[in-house]
């Protein structure tokens, strides 16, 4: 049976597995164009109100169950229709990482170019079209993405434990430190204060339930919740080890540096006097756009895409885990078998994406493919499984029960009956009106 090395490695890895392109890519562009700071409100009050909750709940069931995000569910209730809510957060993460391992490809490609010194000098509109044609080129694309799912494989295939464990705890800091860096001089550009200050302040007139519903999608994806990973993370957690309190330093570094990369995007925007209309590009043109005009700006481009390749692939490494993990322990392929056919089905499934960015048109219900791939993952499939799981947790295996299992190794879980509360009545009745209404396109 897997299992992490120590405790402290676990908060790590469940660290790494939220903290990736989704506070780095996703967070800054969604928020742009869903209203800026009205956009921030919603996500903080999403993620205290379903995302800590809904945390605590995947990781109890993954650690009093001990099994892959299917099994967890059918091990409570046994012969019940309760798997097939496992079965779609299985399909969730296969479909995510599809196209996460695409733009994780992106920033790959991103690294290696600065490396070569490729952004030296070049302006904030040269950037952007730069991106537009080095994501629309029929092949490279496809290369960067298949490298970096061989760096994915390689990882899961080694054990998660030591190599992930270890990576985590060297590069998280630097990345924070290198993201406070990058915000005290994106602050100093003429203009970024009033970005800044467009993040922060709601515009009441912005916050439609579009906008509520990409926010809950937001706090989900970049949680990882509501794809099993947080089951099968929890599934091999120790039971001295305190859940409610990991799960409260989890969110916290994932809201952290989502805001610190909001931050910055939107102020270097406002700086460089590019439209604040989001766009998947939005990393890939300010960044190096700021970056470069720093001293050895070259230098700091090439070391902080790296950040972001380590980042994602801890992300990708969780997502691809979930599906072997249920794999492994279902059939009698070997691990090396499992990830290995998991990885190759993953990546054909994200060449329509990688291509969709204007290599060729593909789209899917009036967006490219690779965006509507997410939006079908991140604002459907993730709250729809999220909110199953919770009325799972609630009241099938109970709240009293779930309750049990997060006071075990816990210091004292003082917010056991507020934690009750919204698992069972809160969180679902918020995310089922958020879900409808979204689907029903009220504005
Ligand atoms: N939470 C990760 C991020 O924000 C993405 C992710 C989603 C990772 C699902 C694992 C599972 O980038």
Known sequence: MDRWSSRLGFVLASTGSAVGLGNIWRFPSTAAENGGGAFVLLFLVVMVLVGVPALMAELALGRRTGRNAVDAFLEIRRGSGWGFVGALGVLAAFLILSYYSVIAGWVLAYCAKAARGQFAGLSAPMLASAFADFAGHPWRPLAW?????????????????????????????????????LLSRVLMLDGALAGAAWFMQPHWHQVT?????????????????????????????????????????????????????????VSALFAFGLPVEGGAGLIFVTLPAVLGQMPLGPVLTTVFFAMVVVAALTSAVALLEVVVAFVTQRTRLTRRGATTVAAC?????????????????????GRDFLGAAD??????????????????????????????????????FRAARIWSFSIRIVLPIMVAVILLAGLLGIP
């Open 209 to 265: 339930w579009q906008a509520v519903l990409r926010a809950t999608g937001q706090v989900f994806f970049s949680l990882s919740l509501g794809m099993g990973v947080m089951i099968t993370y929890g599934s091999y957690l120790d039971r001295a080890e305190d859940i409610p309190r990991s799960a409260l330093y989890v969110a916290a570094a994932d809201t952290g540096i989502a805001l610190l990369s909001g931050t910055i995007v």
């Open 145 to 181: 993405h298949a490298a970096f799912m061989l760096l994915t494989v390689g990882v899961v295939l080694g054990g998660v434990k030591r190599g992930i464990e270890r990576w985590a705890r060297l590069l998280m800091p630097g990345l924070v430190g290198l993201l406070l860096a």
């Open 345 to 365: 089905l993953t990546y054909a499934l994200g060449i329509p994406s990688a291509l969709s960015q204007g290599a060729y048109p593909i789209d899917l219900f």
């Open 375 to 412: 939006h079908a993952a991140s604002n459907l499939l993730l709250p729809l499984v999220g909110l199953l799981t919770a009325l799972f947790v609630g009241w099938a295996w109970g709240a009293g029960a779930a309750v049990g299992e997060l006071h075990e190794g816990s210091r004292g």
